[in-house]
C-alpha cells in the first residue's frame, strides 16, 4: 500500500462566496472536509462579503475597489485564499491586482492577495499534490467547465482526474463541456432570452450524455443549468463537484425538494 504523502500543514482562509453561503452552504461544508483532510487548518473569516464581481462586471469600479478592499484586509495574514468557484478565485487573482492599479498601498496588497488564491480543487491537486480522493459515488457523471475557471486559471484536468479516483463512479464527457451554460452573473439578468437559449443549449448536451448526474465547480452555472432541466422536466441530478469528491451526498440535489 502507498503511504500518502506528507503534506506540510497551512492555514488556509476560505472564501465561501455569496451564492454558497445564500444558496448551497453544504458545498462550503464539503470544501473544509476536503481542506482539512488535505493537511490545512481552516477558517472563514466573518467579514468577508462579495468578491465584487458584479459591480465589477456592471461597470461599477468605484463599488468593485471598495469590495475588493474589505476582502483584502479580510484574507490578509493567510497562507493560502481559497474559494470553492472558479468565477470568484478568478476575480481576486486576475482583477483585483487590476483595480488597484497605480495604488501604491493597494496594488501590493492586491496583487499578494491574487498570488495565493486558488480555486478549490486546483488548490488540492496543484499546490497539496491530492491525486485521489477517498470517497466513493455510485453511478454515470458528466462535468461541465465553468468559463472563468478554464479561461482564466486554467481548470480542466484537475477535477476530472480527482473524479476518475473515485471508486464506483463513471466519468462521461459532456460535448461542449467548454462552452458557456448563459450564467454569466447579471448576463442573465440584462440578456434573458440569450441566456435562456445558451443553457438550453447545455441542457441537450447534458442529455445527449444520458449521465444522471452532472457536476461543475461554480455554483452559478449549476443553479442556472438545474433550473433549465427542472422547468423542462429533465431527471438529472446536480451536484457541485466539492460534495461529491467529499462523499457528501445525503443532502438532495440542486433543485431538489428537501
Known amino acids: 500500500m502507498t503511504e500518502a504523502p506528507i503534506r506540510t500543514p497551512v492555514r488556509v482562509g476560505l472564501f465561501v462566496t455569496c451564492l454558497v453561503d445564500l444558496f448551497r452552504p453544504s458545498v462550503g461544508f464539503a470544501a473544509v472536509k476536503l481542506l482539512e483532510d488535505a493537511g490545512c487548518r481552516v477558517e472563514v473569516p466573518a467579514a468577508q462579503a462579495c468578491c465584487g464581481q458584479p459591480a465589477y462586471n456592471s461597470g461599477d469600479r468605484a463599488g468593485a ?143 445527449e450524455t444520458g449521465a444522471p448526474t452532472l457536476l461543475a465547480g461554480d455554483l452559478g452555472c449549476l443553479l442556472n443549468i438545474a433550473g433549465k432541466l427542472k422547468r423542462d422536466g429533465a431527471d438529472v441530478r446536480v451536484r457541485h463537484v466539492a460534495e461529491v469528491l467529499a462523499g457528501m451526498t445525503a443532502q438532495p440535489a440542486i433543485g431538489d425538494s428537501e
Open 65 to 207: 475597489r471598495a469590495i475588493a478592499a474589505a476582502a483584502i484586509e479580510a484574507f490578509e495574514g493567510f497562507d493560502y485564499v481559497v474559494a470553492p468557484s472558479g468565477s470568484c478565485a478568478g476575480m481576486l487573482r486576475e482583477h483585483y491586482p487590476a483595480l488597484f492599479s497605480g495604488d501604491t498601498e493597494m496594488e501590493p496588497r492586491a496583487r499578494a492577495l491574487a498570488a495565493r488564491t486558488y480555486e478549490l480543487v486546483s488548490f488540492l491537486t496543484d499546490v497539496r499534490g491530492l491525486s485521489a480522493v477517498e470517497a466513493s459515488f455510485s453511478g454515470r457523471v458528466t462535468y461541465h467547465d465553468g468559463c472563468s475557471g478554464l479561461r482564466e486559471l486554467g481548470i480542466r484536468a484537475q477535477p476530472r482526474a480527482l473524479l476518475e479516483s473515485m471508486d464506483g463512479l463513471e466519468l462521461t464527457e459532456l460535448p461542449d463541456a467548454n462552452v458557456c451554460c448563459g450564467f454569466g452573473g447579471t448576463f442573465c439578468v440584462k440578456y434573458p432570452d440569450i441566456s435562456n437559449a445558451m443553457v438550453g443549449a447545455k441542457t441537450a448536451c447534458v442529455m
